[in-house]
């Protein structure tokens, strides 16, 4: 299946809800990854949405998300949420969201990405395990599933701390 990967924009805003209610449910709203997001605007320029022909009719089908933060006076980047409608899941949209995004964040500057999620999925756009003890979240999450990426070279090596909400 081809995949048209464009910028969000405000017209995707109620698709992009209903998908997240799908994929996440009401129980996303207690999560840790979540509190980090709450009262951070995602970043507009990283957000990205995907476009999928289905019957004969264009659809969105996909979105990805980005917030700012702050380890240890580090700024970095909080992937999520990242979710593809389940129709069309399995057919390498997810990866094509992410590697539209990472790329456009490593255009802008943009120097290490983590998010909290399934290891090998994430390991194929080149996603690692973060080392335990190494960063703190301000609430549980299971330490197999908190990943980073750098997109800058050895970027990472220097963060460590509490990681915090960025502006
Ligand atoms: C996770 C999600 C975004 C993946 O999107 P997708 O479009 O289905 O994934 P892709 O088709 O791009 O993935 C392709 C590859 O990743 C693999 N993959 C997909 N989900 C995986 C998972 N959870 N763990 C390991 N591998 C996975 C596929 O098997 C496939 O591998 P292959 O190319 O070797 O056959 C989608 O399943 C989804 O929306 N899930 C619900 C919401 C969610 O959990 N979001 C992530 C929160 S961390």
Known sequence: MVFDILPENPAHE??????????????????TAYR????????ASLS??????????S??????????????????????????DPV???QGGGLDLM??????????GHRFVILVGDAPYYAKVGFKQVPPGKITLPGPVDKTRLLYCDLAPGAFDAVSGLVEKGL
Do not use: C, N
């Open 36 to 43: 980090m997001r709450e009262s951070v605007a995602p970043i």
């Open 14 to 31: 109620a698709d992009i809800e209903a998908l997240h209610d799908l994929s996440f449910g009401p129980g996303r709203f207690a999560k």
């Open 99 to 108: 590697r539209t995004a990472l790329d456009a964040a490593r255009a802008e």
């Open 48 to 57: 990205f949405v995907a476009f999928a022909t289905i019957d004969g009719v």
């Open 88 to 90: 069309v899941r399995g």
């Open 59 to 84: 659809r969105m089908v996909g979105s990805i998300r980005f917030s700012p933060l702050v380890i240890g006076g580090e700024k970095g980047l909080l992937l999520g949420p990242l979710a593809m």
